[in-house]
């Protein structure tokens, strides 16, 4: 195998895992709601919690996609034009990260965790 075969199929292995990432934690989060409504727990409290279980699965799956994308396009000659549509697929994919985070943290990234904790 060649370099660019290579450089590929990491990609891709990347991009798969990311995939899975995504789906198996749409499911674990799924899974995790039905039984929490079962126990009894609030709709308002359950809903939270598994919104916050999707999101984060997705934030980490779109983190990997990015990765695949970024391994593919730059490691293999990269052109002006595959350059510019990964910067396009990192800008849009970076949104939605940002977006993510804020709703999942209900704070913007640079406020100080509440109860004062700004360390994580």
Not at 37 to 57: D, I, K
Request: aromatic share 6%.
């Amino acid at each position: 195998m060649d370099f660019a075969r290579i450089v590929e199929a990491v990609g891709q292995a990347v991009d798969l895992v990311g995939v899975a990432i995504i789906v198996l934690g749409a499911l674990t989060a799924t899974v995790l709601f039905v039984q929490r409504l079962r126990e009894g727990g609030t709709p308002q409290e359950v809903y939270r919690s598994y919104r916050q279980g999707l999101g984060r699965a997705i934030l980490l799956g779109l983190e990997l996609l990015v990765a695949g994308d970024i391994i593919r396009t730059v490691a293999v000659a990269p052109t002006f034009t595959s350059v510019g549509v990964l910067a396009l697929i990192v800008l849009v994919r970076t949104f939605l990260s940002f977006s993510l985070e804020v709703e999942l943290e209900k704070r913007l990234p640079w406020q100080a965790r509440r109860g004062g904790d700004a360390t994580g």
